[in-house]
């Protein structure tokens, strides 16, 4: 089961309001909701998704909603939405192929899922579920992207931004570009920069180091994150992509700045947003944020559609793949669990049989006993072996009826979970 918040249908703000802190933290206090069996945060500018795996859907799904709820700064009602089942792993395979990112096509993305995934692995909040869904997800985006021409193009939100710029100007040769910040936004739009070959890029960071690294790659220049104000007067496009959790320029900040004549552009990518909507109301300047960025998306869509046309094909294909091995696992522990209970009829019969022959004789030894052990454990292994293999055979080849027959049958009901 999925819970998101996306920029489909959430403007900025709410997103901003729906984050969850740090998602480490997040997987943990999800995967600690009784349940919920396993658990993934993803969290990016432009979604806050959870995915889960849960004892029973609609009480868990219950739970999960109480916990966007009290975790989340807005009222989710009118925001969230949830995804169950086929729905909610073909949404994963889309997402990182890109499909469902604001820049269709995007690379970003697809790294960012990494991420994540590498996180709740680290926090033990992912199992064989999530595990093999997350796993296939990071293969096709790969194999999407080097089969296709679906990232041509601008294809982050940084390069997005930066082909914005462009339109705008027309040419960026002449310009002279501040970026602030320094993470993977901000490489992303150094990247898409270089390639523009631009006036001059300088580059202002909290950690002047980082800032310094990324501004030998653009061979630009970084100056001390409370000195870049001094910059503005001299600056045509400022890209501005810090991971602050509040505004880094406000209209105060700005005030006898841009010089009569001159004109600014302002594009702030960052989730929060690093720069005040007051700012817009200065005279010569111009602020677009994340929604702005909706106009480059639509523009790409149409060029993209024949190469989404050959991802949607490999994710169809991938989709049926995953549904397959996931019908094996049930199939596996379906049969795990019919040895399990036998196993413990086993025993039980095992110790009253034993306690049987003590009464009958003077003593049981340790042979006597071993050969009851091989015995019995010989009934249980060739007693269930036909019935297992029905079982998992009906699993590969999807045979429901079989299954639940099976379920029944064994009385099974309690082990199957819901994802």
Sequence with gaps: MGLQITYEWAEVEELEAARLGKSCKACCQIADLKGIEECVVLQTCNRVEIYTVVSELQRDKGRLRKYAQTSMDLAVGDYIKFLSGVELLEHLLRLACGLESMVFGEDQILGQIEEEYETAQKEGTIGKVLNKAFEKSIMVGKKVRTETDINRGPTS?????????????????DKNILIIGAGETARLVGKSLKERNPGSVTVANRTYERGLKLARKLDGEVVEFSDFTKLLPDTDVIISATGAPHFILEKRDMKGLISPGENLLIIDVANPRDVSEEVSEIENIELCDLDNLQQVRDRNLEKRKEEADKAESIIEKELDSLLKEYEG??????????????????EREM????????????????????????????????TLHDPMSQIREASREGDKELLEAAEKLFDLSETRKDS
């Design 351 to 382: 110790s009253r049989a034993v306690r049987r022959l003590k009464k009958c004789t003077d003593s049981v030894n340790g042979v006597e006993v071993e050969v009851l052990e091989d015995l019995t454990r010989g009934l249980v292994r060739k």
């Design 157 to 173: 939100v940084g390069s997005a931004a930066v082909g914005l710029a462009e339109e705008l100007f027309g040419t960026l040769e």
């Design 329 to 346: 696992m049930e199939g596996d522990k379906m049969a795990s669990e019919i040895h399990r209970k036998a196993e413990e009829i086993r």
